[in-house]
């Protein structure tokens, strides 16, 4: 099997990944901009690269037969800040993954629909309603894929992941919950499945009253197995401090704004 290329690797889900990925026998090519503070799992190797640098991302890929693509910034940030690492970096990702004839697997997120009433139960056939920058550029991420496999047949798995946490903390994840070993799970069945094309899976366990239903998991024979519900009577009620009035699928992001005035150029006209 080919070597598996992991961008985000210093995460929270990267490392978690890293550690599952290497025990299941995998090669892993590891790669963040920030360093990786585990042991580097055996077989597995580190390099610090920033997406935004398409020669380093396009060396690192060489080989590889996936791509998974958890790197990129993972909250609601200023335009400018989302723009390097999310928009351009998935653009060498994808060129990467042309090049290489390998298939990517795009950590996607709730945050391409996030102003979905919350209750509303979604199908693949729903609109995307980005909840801010972070979302949007999530959103473009998907499109890249049905792009390049409709023009050049990269494949591609879009995991549309909800609440990856160890533990779900708030009423809103008794909906969105994605314990590690489902996410753990749905990258193995990505990677491992004969034929995927482009495809769309929401990343959240089996929890009864989640609001995303049909998707493309079939494709993979993904399954999940935790369910959030046993939280229920700890977290009714339980309230992000930002989720306040109307109640949105993204929650806190619908209410975040990390828009900063565009600074005046160095010689604006001033009234003073
Ligand atoms: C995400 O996409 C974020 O990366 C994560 O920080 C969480 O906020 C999560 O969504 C969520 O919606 O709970």
Redesign the pocket.
């Known amino acids: 099997m080919k070597p598996i290329l992991l961008t985000g690797a210093s995460g929270a889900l990267g490392r978690m990944l890293a550690r599952e990925l290497s025990a299941a026998g995998m090669t892993l090519l590891l790669t963040d901009i920030a360093p990786f503070a585990d042991a580097v799992p055996p077989g597995a190797s580190f390099t610090r690269a920033d997406l935004n640098d398409g020669v380093t991302i396009s060396r690192l890929a060489e080989g590889c037969g996936v791509i998974l693509h958890f790197g990129g910034i993972?909250?609601e940030q200023p335009f400018e800040e989302i723009l390097g690492p999310n928009l351009r970096g998935l653009y060498h990702i994808y060129e990467a993954a042309r090049r290489e004839g390998a298939r990517v697997v795009f950590a996607s997120?709730?945050?391409t629909i996030?102003f979905h009433e919350q209750g509303q139960s979604l199908d693949l056939d729903c609109q995307f309603r980005p909840d801010g920058f972070?979302?949007l550029s999530?959103a473009y991420g998907e499109l890249m894929g049905r792009l390049y496999w409709d023009k050049h047949g990269v494949e591609n798995v879009n995991l549309r992941?909800?609440?990856?946490?160890p533990e779900p903390r708030d009423a809103?994840?008794l909906s969105?919950w994605l314990s590690y070993p489902d996410l753990a799970r749905l990258v193995q069945a990505s990677v491992a499945a004969a034929r995927v094309g482009h495809a769309v899976i929401w990343g959240a366990s089996a929890n009864p009253a989640s609001w995303w239903a049909k998707d493309h998991r079939d494709r993979i024979g993904w399954a999940p197995q935790d369910s959030a519900e046993a939280y229920r009577t700890q977290l009714e009620g339980v309230l992000h401090p930002h989720e306040v009035g109307r109640r949105h699928q993204?929650?806190?992001?619908c209410v975040m704004d990390y828009t900063r005035p565009t600074p005046p150029p160095k010689d604006a006209f001033s009234l003073e």
């Open positions: 993972s909250v997120s709730n945050h996030g972070y979302g999530k992941i909800g609440t990856c946490l809103r994840a969105t993204g929650g806190a992001f």
